[in-house]
């Protein structure tokens, strides 16, 4: 098995792991935490909330017009749809963070 750091990616595990080790919580608890935390923002999102946290980031929701676009294989134009999409954006602290 690989680690995070040859990866370059960090799994749910590994971010259960990272919590309960941080947060000295059991890996149980620190799994109800963690999906406590993702299922209210997705929930928040689906009813057109914004969720922000600050120094971290907001979540949001956007809808994408109803454009024309071509089929590859025959070159014909096509109609696609409007549809919903799911927006994140970095907040300061974070951006730093990454940035150094």
């Given at each position: ?78 109609k696609?749809?409007?549809?919903k ?16």
């Amino acid at each position: 098995m690989c680690s995070f750091s040859e990866r370059n990616a960090m799994n749910k595990t590994e971010l259960v792991d990272a919590i309960a080790a941080e947060c000295d919580l059991s890996k149980t608890a620190a799994q109800r935490a963690l999906d406590s935390v993702i299922n209210n923002i997705v929930k928040a999102v689906a009813e057109g909330k914004t969720v922000q946290l600050v120094g971290f980031g907001s979540f949001g929701s956007g809808v994408r017009a109803e454009r024309t676009g071509r089929n590859p294989r025959t070159g014909e134009e096509i109609k696609i749809a409007s549809a919903k999409t799911v927006k994140f954006s970095a907040g300061k602290a974070f951006k730093d963070a990454v940035n150094g």
